[in-house]
């Protein structure tokens, strides 16, 4: 059965630190992986990643995918109160996404 | 302005009373597709549709039907909804397949079945 795992589960934190998030999958035709931001209403694009080793980055967010070992890493660096969210992760099985249950990060100042 | 539009945002109703959920987007995305949203579940996937006329389940069809007559919508319907169907719902849509690039949501919309 394809499954998305994320750790943690919830992440509290207090502003300028960093935090890494962490999602491992098993699928069984693997397309790329996907991750987003929800805070109070529709998720919202981040990444996504297709190719092992090759980060991608956007401001104090980065993220990378290792295809070996079958998971992506989430990196959120100097954090802001306006990060706190549920960040969730998304592999592609073909034309089907499966999700993960997300990791809710609290910033606090 | 690019976007996603679900229509109720939020609704409370009867066991057994027929619902419709609209989705509209106008970015001329082929894939659409239909998510609820529990809590510890996360993200599932109802229906999806990669173009007109296509539809295909997902990981929790059961008690949904779906129709995609136009490219521009994709309803979501409860034909006789049941207190287990109470969720959050979202539809997405993307160019190409689900994995072809970004999947765009709309705002949700929170359904209560009493």
């Known amino acids: 059965e394809d499954k998305v795992v994320q750790s943690p589960l919830s992440l509290v934190v207090h502003e300028g630190d960093t935090v890494t998030l962490n999602c491992s999958y098993e699928?069984?035709?693997?397309?790329?992986l996907l991750w987003y931001k929800q805070e109070k209403k529709a998720p919202t694009f981040l990444f996504m990643l297709?190719?092992?080793?090759i980060e991608k980055k956007s401001g104090r967010l980065s993220s990378i995918l290792d295809k070996k070992e079958l998971f992506s890493i989430l990196n959120i660096t100097a954090t802001q109160t306006g990060d706190s969210a549920i960040y969730l992760c998304?592999?592609?099985?073909?034309?089907?996404?499966?999700f993960g249950t997300g990791t809710r990060l609290q910033v606090f100042p | 302005e690019a976007q996603v539009t679900q229509n109720p945002r939020y609704l409370i109703t009867v066991t057994g009373k027929k619902l419709t959920v609209t989705c509209s987007q106008n970015?001329?995305?082929?894939?659409m597709s239909w998510y609820r949203q529990d809590p510890g579940l996360g993200l599932r996937q109802i229906y999806y549709?990669?173009?007109?006329?296509v539809t295909d389940k997902g990981d929790v069809p059961e008690g949904y039907k779906v129709s995609r007559k136009e490219k521009r919508n994709f309803p979501l319907i409860l034909e006789s909804p049941s207190p287990n169907q109470t969720s959050l719902y979202f539809c997405?849509?993307?160019w190409g397949g689900g994995g072809a690039g970004e999947l765009f949501f709309g705002e949700g919309s929170r359904l209560t079945v009493l």
């Open positions: 970015m001329n995305h082929e894939y």
């Open positions: 297709t190719s092992s080793g």
């Open positions: 998304a592999v592609v099985n073909t034309d089907k996404l499966i």
């Open positions: 997405a849509s993307a």
């Open positions: 699928v069984t035709n693997f397309r790329s």
């Open positions: 549709s990669m173009n007109v006329e």
